[in-house]
């Protein structure tokens, strides 16, 4: 049977938060301690972080380890999976120089991704060509390690999409050699697009809307009993509305019946909760502490991880530097099958010559 690989990663650009967590994370550890999955890749992309902080080179290198923390505290076991920065694997830009033969530039344009990035980031009058191509070498990440699936936040579908046709076009014009891969989505909705703390969609460090993984228990509790409700709810006997209520949305994100059993026993689960909000008489700064007591749960063990691997740090280097050797490996030997599909391999295979020395031979 076909090898089933996983490969995934995120750009070092800051320390991860819940959303990362919910959106991809949790999920990572699952598939990772199902024992499902032949091969895990996770990759920490620097040289896709550059591609929109050329000018912020330090920002980049400040987050390798922040995440590499991050990764082993969420439960990236490095036994069981290979973390690895990107950058180091240079095989990977030989990749996408190909695959870019195969993308037009209307193509990228149109990718929903890139699209919205480029209105935040206020690229539109002057788009870095690295930027722009990014879903190209994205999907050079992807197929270099013949990622059968990308566990991933729903932003990135469109980035599948696009490897996907790489993929295709690849097979078609060479011949099969790249593995079609699937993207794999939260399951949980709420955990598909976890909102800021203050109910934005986007949360993002300069609006200090994340609660990031790597927080103290304080600045967690903090950060969730201020949290954005419903701005209608005003007396507690007021009813209250679920839609938009980050609140919420985290619990439906966070919390199981054991949650309830535990910390707030009046109430069998989160339907019997929201429909005691709906009816009215119940306060938001009950619900609160009632999540502030899920994320602890969910985040005490992050932490004392965190703190343990703080404490070695040289054993960190040590697992980013051995995985990103075997990614190599494995990316070298994709490239090579590569470079033979596309009749590129001239010093590899004795027929060059042989071909030659026909064509010549008088
Ligand atoms: N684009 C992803 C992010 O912004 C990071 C990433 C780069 C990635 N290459 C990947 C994710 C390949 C999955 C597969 O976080």
New binding site residues.
């Given amino acids: 049977m076909a090898e089933k690989i996983i490969?995934?990663?995120?750009?070092p650009t800051g320390k991860l938060h819940v959303g990362h967590y919910a959106g991809s994370l949790k999920r990572r550890v699952e598939l990772q301690n199902s024992g499902e999955y032949d091969k895990i890749y996770i990759?920490i992309?620097d040289a896709?972080a550059l591609t929109d902080n050329a000018d912020n080179p330090a920002k980049v290198r400040d987050n390798i380890m922040e995440v590499a923390l991050d990764y082993l505290s969420v439960g990236i076991d490095p036994a069981k999976s290979n973390i690895f920065i990107q950058s180091y694997v240079t095989e990977l830009t030989e990749l996408t120089f190909y695959y870019q033969n195969l993308v037009t530039v209307s193509r990228l344009q149109r990718n929903p991704t890139v699209k919205a990035e480029i209105q935040m980031r206020n690229f539109e009058a002057s788009i870095p060509v690295g930027f722009f191509n990014y879903p190209i070498s994205?999907a050079a990440?992807?197929t270099a390690f013949r990622a059968t699936t990308?566990p991933?936040g729903e932003d990135?579908m469109p980035?599948l999409e696009q490897t996907k046709e790489i993929v295709h076009k690849f097979n078609f014009v060479y011949g099969d050699t790249l593995v079609d891969p699937q993207i794999l989505l939260p399951e949980n909705k709420a955990c598909l697009r976890l909102p800021g703390t203050d109910g934005k969609a986007k949360m993002s460090k300069s609006l200090g809307n994340c609660i990031y993984l790597s927080e103290s228990e304080a600045e967690v509790k903090k950060k969730v009993m201020s949290m954005f409700t419903d701005p209608d709810h005003i007396r507690i006997e007021d009813p209250g509305k679920l839609e938009g209520n980050t609140v919420f949305t985290y619990l439906d994100a966070f919390c199981t019946d054991g949650h309830f059993a535990e910390y707030l026993p009046e109430y069998a689960n989160l339907d019997e909760l929201k429909a005691h909000y709906m009816r009215g008489g119940l306060g938001d700064v009950k619900v609160k502490k009632f999540l502030n007591h899920v994320m602890q749960e969910e985040l005490a063990p992050i932490r004392a991880r965190r703190a343990e691997y703080e404490s070695r740090i040289d054993d960190v280097y040590e697992i980013l530097r051995e995985g990103t050797k075997k990614a190599q490996a494995a990316a070298a030997e994709t490239l090579a099958e590569v470079k033979h599909a596309m009749k590129i391999d001239y010093f590899e295979t004795p027929e060059f010559l042989a071909e030659q020395r026909a064509k010549y031979a008088k």
């Fill in positions: 490969l995934t990663g995120d750009r990759m992309a896709q994205q990440d992807i990308v991933v990135q980035m």
